[in-house]
């Protein structure tokens, strides 16, 4: 199991040896490297220069100059913003489910862009969102995306449509998400220093459906990986882009 991929497709493709499928949790895109300033989609447009800057404006919240700055960078080139994303996007895509063994179970994260996923997702990958699926006998749901913040990432949804999808998937085995629920010790970052977003509606499924597992990513250096809520086991799978090694689930 996989999530927080952003770009790794070198170690993705040997992260599924020896599973019965490989689980991806989202997040493929790397738009922008917080530890290399000069890695993703932002650099390649804009140079590393201006990604120090933009790195040095969010990590300060300062999310309104951050946008501004932006804003002067798209002018300054005078390209279709949409349209140069989705360009560099699809070239990541490519790469990314190139690299996808079958079965490949996966769902979005909050960084990716849905509508391009049935072009590249073969016969091999399972995108689910808000749907539950059996692997090896037991039943998986999957909720994809997350909850909308400052940063305005390409998949972030309304908390009353997250809630939605979470309902829809029921009683699981496992709940898979790519945020984790709304638990202060699974939701902070140490490294950024701030509480990432998670989900009060994922917190109250876990209570009262019961799942064995809750599997999730986004936080890259949570403060706690693994903790109990109740009767579910909450295991935050782990920064695949950085560490390139996958989480195993063993049932």
Partial sequence: MVSDVHGNARDLATAGEGADAL?????????????????????????TENADRIVELR??????????FQARLWAGIGADRAAAIHKAVRGQYA???AAFPAPTYATYGNVDIPALWPEYAGPGTTVLDGER????GRVFGFVGGGLRTPM????EIGDE???AKVEAVGEVDV????????VPELVYDTVARRFERGSRALL???????????????VHQPLVRRMRVGATECVNVGHFASRGRPWVLEW
């Fill in 161 to 163: 449509e997250y809630a």
């Fill in 23 to 47: 689980i991806c949790l989202g997040d493929l895109v790397l738009f922008l490297d917080y530890a290399d300033h000069s890695r993703g989609i932002f650099p390649d447009l804009f140079g």
């Fill in 95 to 97: 790469e990314m489910f």
């Fill in 175 to 182: 709940l898979c998400t790519h945020i984790p629920p709304e």
């Fill in 59 to 68: 990590t300060a919240r300062r999310f309104e100059e951050a946008r501004a």
């Fill in 152 to 155: 305005r990432t390409p998949y």
């Fill in 204 to 218: 109250d499924a876990i209570h009262r459906t019961r799942p064995r597992y809750a599997l999730f990513g986004h």
């Fill in 133 to 136: 699926v059996e692997i090896g």
